[in-house]
Every structure is written in C-alpha cells, then in structure tokens.
C-alpha cells in the first residue's frame, strides 16, 4: 500500500473549484498544494467532474454566465494535466454505510461517499471542508486545505 504521501489527491468539488477558476478565494492554496506533491499526481471521479460543471455554469456561483457546454472546456482543459488521473471504481452505496453514522447532516451523504471513493481507489480526499475530517476512517484518507 502507498504511503499517503504518494496517494493521488482525489479532489473534491470545492477543490476542483479552486483549481479550475483562476479568481476562487481558494485557487493559489490548491495549485499550491498539488505542486508540492507533483509525483502522487491528483485525480476526480464522475461525481465531481459533474459538480464541477453544474456549478461552473451557475452564475450565482462563479460570477459570469456559461453553458455547461462551456464548463465542460474547461474541466477538459484540466483534465489533460499529465498528473490527472480518473478514478475509478465507484463503490457500491452498501460500502459505504459506516460512514453514515458519522454524519452530521444531509449535507455530508455525498462527501461520505467521495471519502469511500478515496479509499477504495487508495486516494486522499483534497477538501476545503474542515467538516470532513472526522468521517475519514484514516486521517491518511482525508487532507483539509486550511489556507
């Protein structure tokens, strides 16, 4: 098994966020970070490439009107990093049910399962959500961004 330090950094979607949009509050922090560990690479699965592009292309959110279409770019633009990689599988939603104790709301059900996703692909979970952190069964398995 690798060493946590050499585990990919499975982003979640805040962290893919802040990568991809050059004025996030938190984009220096997560390129900083993934430059700091450029060997174990960093990666995303289906769930968070698709909250990516749904909020991507929210106004509300990121401050300018695109089309999915348009998100959908630039995830692309990203993605061909030589350090990405894809991950999967997705465990199955019955893997995943010890971590549902742990939960503090409905808020976490989808963070609960990138943590699943982490593990089973031997990741890190790259977060900006200090919530996260106790739901890990490891710290190994779970990073929080503080900047």
Request: aromatic residues 4%; positive net charge.
């Amino acid at each position: 098994m690798a060493s946590s330090e050499n585990r990919p950094l499975l982003l979640d979607v805040n962290a893919l966020m802040a990568l991809g949009w050059p004025n996030h509050q938190f984009h220096r922090a997560v390129v900083g970070r993934l430059e700091r560990r450029p060997a174990a690479g960093w990666a995303t699965c289906v769930l968070t490439q698709l909250g990516f592009v749904r909020l991507s292309s929210n106004p509300a959110v990121v401050g300018v009107r695109r089309t999915p279409a348009q998100a959908l770019d630039v995830l692309a633009r990203l993605v061909r990093d030589r350090r990405h990689r894809y991950v999967e599988p997705l465990p199955p939603l019955r893997q995943v049910e010890t971590h549902f104790g742990h939960l503090l709301g409905h808020q976490q059900v989808t963070d609960a399962y990138l943590l699943a996703v982490a593990v089973t692909n031997n990741a890190t979970l790259l977060t900006l959500d200090r919530r996260l952190a106790p739901l890990a069964a490891t710290r190994a398995h779970v990073e929080v961004i503080m900047p």
